[in-house]
């Protein structure tokens, strides 16, 4: 076979079914890439921006909603650059984040890096679990709502949507590569649009009604509801929500790396990150703002499965089945990099094996991932405090991945003088996002303190 390969790439063979280094041909389009970014950004928390505005308030909520678009869009464009190596345009590909870093960083830089992306790959994966569980338990409580009331608790255990989220998972594991996911990436990209679409048109019928809550420009005021510490910890979890709403750099190069060649797969990531957060920040400036208009400053924490809308109790429904259907889908695009490290890993370190040899790749597929996702939906069970652990994990990494790494590459590849006014205005950008990403860890970890006093292993109620 590698004789053939060869002979393919050296004349020139465009029919061929590998790229120049010998890996299976990429197809991926501007469409495809904007899909998966659209798929790993927007997720079931953009329900949640209603809240984050509330302790924020008009002007500071929106500020930090439009401030953190533009700091994504330019931090994905140096780190788009940095998919080939020295050259952005003709250098060597680089296939995974990390591989990107130890191009352009190498040493202790790389091996922080990779704990850094795949600590916050699997507790994302977790965290969808928890989160598509309380969906599917949305969905049976409003059926509970609509029959006997809602003063009624209608309360219900997520552990066995839990399960079947598992077991969806497992069979959806088996497709082979990042490359094969752009159907299931499509069909997450319309779920999403679908329920932040009845989120917005929810919010709009209740503003239209009348029944809007009280805003301020300050959001909640300190004393009223609740005290002033708690006040300063809430605004600090409502600015690392938004900031980190808006991370998918930890799978950036691994979607870069299914486009075709030519053109040039910068230029098209690049569009394709423009068109993607662009839409994005349209979607999320409106349930933000619709959702704050509709609530004021008692905004729920999620008005889908929040139960911030009771009725009508169908629409809802159809809501939590979209966002149930998105995270299926975004678990697969945030594992994929997960699977693919490990198959690699395996590979080289068992090449003698039958297991991990070419010619049993399936039973390797089967036998690996369905033992993550099984890991995965138990720490989910056992674990029912684990959305604040998720989000300390995502505020310790979103300032490495979607900020300092890139810079520092772009650096490093652009060959930045230092103390020019790039490298100054790089580096305080760089500052600035660390201590937003400190204060919201620490937010995070207030919030642990205060759900562990009520915490219970596989005991984790809607």
Known sequence: MQGNLSFATESGDTTSKFDDDGRPKRTGTLTTASAHIITAVVGSGILSLAWAIAQLGWIA??????????????TSALLANCYRSPDPITGRRNYTYIEAVK?????LKYKL????????????????????AISMAAIKRSHCFHKSGHEVGCHTSNNPY??????????????PKFHDLAVLSYIAAIMSFSYAFIGIGLSAARIAEGKTGKTSIAGMTAGVGESSSQKAWNSLQAI?????????????????????SSPPETLV?????TVAVSITSIFYMLCG????????????????????FYEP???????????????????QVFCQPIYQLVEEWLSRRGAGSDLVAKEHPIVLRLIWRTGYVIITCVIAMIFPVFNSVLGLIGALSFWPLTVYFPVEMYISQAHIRKFSPTWIWLNILTWACLIIALAAAAACVQGIIVELNHYQPFNSFS
């Open 61 to 74: 909520g929106v500020f930090t909603l439009v401030i953190f678009s533009i700091i994504t869009l330019y």
């Open 103 to 107: 191009s352009n960083l190498g040493g």
């Open 113 to 132: 890096c990779g704990v850094a992306q795949y600590t916050n790959l699997v507790g994302l994966t977790i965290g969808y679990t928890i989160t598509s």
């Open 162 to 175: 839990m399960i079947l989220f598992g077991i969806v998972q497992i069979i959806l594991s088996q497709i």
């Open 240 to 260: 690392g929500n938004i900031a980190l709403a808006y991370s998918y750099s930890n799978v950036l190069i691994e979607i870069q790396d299914t486009l075709k």
């Open 269 to 273: 990531m690049k569009k394709a990150t």
């Open 289 to 308: 703002v619709l959702g704050y208009a509709a609530f004021g400053n008692n905004a729920p924490g999620n008005f889908l499965t929040g139960f911030g």
């Open 313 to 331: 109790y169908w629409l809802i429904d159809i809501a939590n089945i979209c966002i149930v259907v998105h995270l299926v889908g975004a678990y």
